[in-house]
C-alpha cells in the first residue's frame, strides 16, 4: 500500500493521488473503498483517466461527451501508471481510449469521445425536473459493514430526509469531495463528476449487497454540459432479474439541474 494510507483517517486534508511524473501517481489512503483498505473505490481512478483523456492532445472549444471504463479487476491502493492514445480524430469528433496498469496489470479501461461543443443556440433540454434542494450539512455517512476511512470520508455526502446509504433506493444524495484528485491541481468538472460516478449504484441500493456479492463491472458516464459548482446530485435506481445481472441508472445533476446519466452493469453471485 502507498505511504499516503495514513492520510485515511484525516480525510479534511491531503488529496487522492499525488503526481510522480510521467504518467506515474502515487495513490493516498483516500482512495480506499468500502470494502476493502487495500483496494480502491473506481471513483478516483475513473476521474485520473478522466484527467488524462482531457489533457491528451486537447482542443479548443471540444469537450469530452461520454466515458466508459471497465474494470477488469480491483485497482490497488498503489502506485498507477495512467496511458491515453487517440483511436479515431475527426475535424469535429474524436474516438479516445486510456488505461491504468498497477504492478505490470491493467485494471481500468477507457474509451471516451470527445465533441466539438454545441453551438450557442442549442435550446436547453432538460426533460427531467430539478433536483432536491441541497440539505444542510449533516454527521459523517455511514455503511453496513464497509470501510469508511478512505473514500467514503474523502466525500461529503447529503441525503434528503429519510435516506442514506443504509436505506433501500431508490436513493438520491448530494456530494462533493473533500480532497483534490490531484495534490496541487484544481478539478475539472469531468474529474468531479467522474469521481463521484461510480457510487451511483450505492446510492440505489436495493440488491442486498451484505448477504450476496454485487459488483459493478463498467461506468458509463454521459454528460449532455458540464457540471458547474463543487456539489452534485445522484438520484438513481436499480433494475435486477433472475438468471440475468443488475442494471443501476442515475441521473447527475449539478444546482442548476439535470448534466448527465450514470449506467453500471452489476454482477450478483452468492457469497
Known amino acids: 500500500m502507498a505511504a499516503g494510507a495514513a492520510e485515511a483517517s484525516g480525510a479534511g486534508s491531503g488529496s487522492f493521488y499525488r503526481a510522480l511524473g510521467e504518467g506515474r501517481f502515487e495513490s493516498t489512503g483516500h482512495t480506499a473503498g468500502p470494502w476493502s483498505p487495500k483496494a480502491q473505490h473506481a471513483g478516483p481512478p475513473s476521474a485520473l483517466l478522466g484527467r488524462a483523456l482531457e489533457r491528451h492532445e486537447a482542443r479548443e472549444g471540444s469537450r469530452i461527451a461520454r466515458v ?3 474494470i477488469p479487476r480491483p485497482v490497488p491502493v498503489d502506485e498507477l501508471t495512467v496511458a491515453v492514445r487517440t483511436v ?3 475535424a469535429r469528433t474524436e474516438l479516445l481510449e486510456g488505461e491504468i496498469t498497477a504492478r505490470g496489470q491493467v485494471v481500468m479501461l477507457a474509451r471516451a469521445w470527445r ?4 453551438p450557442r443556440d442549442t435550446p436547453s433540454l432538460r426533460p427531467e425536473p430539478g433536483p432536491p434542494p441541497l440539505p444542510g450539512p449533516q454527521p459523517p455517512a455511514a455503511l453496513r459493514g464497509a470501510y469508511l476511512d478512505g473514500y467514503v470520508s474523502a466525500m461529503e455526502w447529503r441525503w434528503p430526509a429519510g435516506q442514506d446509504f443504509d436505506r433501500p433506493g431508490p436513493g438520491t444524495a448530494w456530494a462533493r469531495q473533500r480532497v483534490p484528485l490531484v495534490a496541487g491541481e484544481a478539478d475539472t468538472p469531468l474529474t468531479r463528476a467522474l469521481t463521484l460516478a461510480d457510487s451511483n449504484w450505492a446510492v440505489a441500493f436495493e440488491l442486498d449487497h451484505v448477504r450476496q456479492q454485487v459488483i459493478n463491472t463498467d461506468v458509463t458516464l454521459a454528460l449532455h454540459r458540464d457540471p458547474v459548482g463543487e456539489w ?3 438520484s ?4 435486477a432479474s433472475p438468471a440475468g445481472s443488475g442494471l443501476a441508472l442515475g441521473r447527475l445533476d449539478d444546482e442548476l439541474g439535470d448534466c448527465g446519466r450514470v449506467l453500471q452493469t452489476l454482477f450478483v453471485a452468492e457469497r
Open 236 to 239: 438513481a435506481a436499480t433494475t
Open 68 to 70: 466508459t471504463l471497465e
Open 115 to 118: 465533441v466539438t461543443a454545441s
Open 232 to 234: 452534485l446530485c445522484l
Open 88 to 90: 479515431r480524430s475527426g
